[in-house]
């Protein structure tokens, strides 16, 4: 059972501080120690129809926050990633039936791109810690590059026609 004291902090942040905004993108940093509050803060952000751009101290702990977010926000903001999903699937019929693509799951490729997307944007620090750390360091590719790499990816591995032999093998 939820504190009534986090739950009215909570709201007085997000109703009255803040007066967050049906399609806002709230940027929401804390602490662990602060976690009930900030599970609160998320729940009460997407009741109001916004997105929160969560930053907890451990990378990757966002992503339980998207499960809370998904609980509660309304249907429509819901259905967006659904149409992203309906894009996808388009994109593979369309290739596999001009004989571009190969035929692939669609849905498995929907999630291998926003899986990988989502990890790359998630553990953005961490790659600049661990990067700056090797000698000579390695500087941090920026998201144009990555999302570049991800489009060149898909493209040849959903490529029609190859002879059987992997690259690089």
């Not at 961490?126 to 920026?142: G, H, N, S, T, Y």
Request: hydrophobic residues 45%; proline residues 9%; glycine residues 6%.
């Amino acid at each position: 059972m939820p504190d009534p004291r986090v739950q009215e902090y909570a709201r007085l942040l997000v109703e009255r501080s803040v007066d967050v905004q049906p399609g806002w993108q709230v940027m929401v940093i804390s602490q662990p120690h602060a976690r009930p509050l900030l599970e609160e803060v998320v729940r009460l952000i997407a009741r109001r129809g916004a997105y929160p751009l969560v930053r907890f101290s451990y990378d990757m702990e966002q992503l339980p926050f998207v499960t809370l977010w998904s609980e509660e926000a309304p249907p429509e903001l819901i259905d967006k990633p659904a149409r992203m999903l309906s894009a996808v699937q388009r994109i593979v019929a369309r290739g596999v039936c001009e004989g571009n693509f190969r035929p692939v799951d669609p849905l498995l490729t929907h999630l291998s791109l926003v899986g990988s997307l989502v990890f790359f944007f998630a553990t953005e620090r961490f790659r600049a810690r661990v990067l700056a750390k090797r000698r000579p360091a390695i500087e941090p590719p920026d998201a144009a590059a990555y999302v570049k790499h991800i489009q060149d990816l898909l493209t040849h591995g959903l490529a029609a026609g190859h002879s059987g032999a992997r690259r690089g093998a």
